[in-house]
């Protein structure tokens, strides 16, 4: 997945993101905590928990001024074992 997607986000003096809410296929959603944060190539990247517990990596470009929604809860859950 590597959709464009809207981003409330705190920008702090010090270069700390907060991403506060996204917006995706119409729907807004609120972060509810904030887990891991890494840079890989150029962007970087987040992983945010909804209140109602789902998970989401969020991906921000500062050289395209744009956030990129990388992977939905579909992608964290185990994949199913074959009988």
Request: hydrophobic share 40%; charged share 30%; glycine share 4%.
């Amino acid at each position: 997945m590597n959709e464009v997607i809207a981003v409330e986000a705190r920008f702090e003096i010090d270069g700390a993101i907060h991403p506060l809410a996204f917006s995706w296929r119409g729907k807004r959603y609120r972060v509810a905590s904030l887990g891991r944060q890494w840079e890989q190539g150029e962007a970087r990247h987040f992983l945010v928990m909804t209140p109602d517990e789902q998970i989401y990596e969020l991906a921000y470009l500062p050289e395209e001024s744009c956030w990129k929604l990388r992977r939905t809860p579909k992608d964290f859950r185990p994949p199913r074992r074959m009988v």
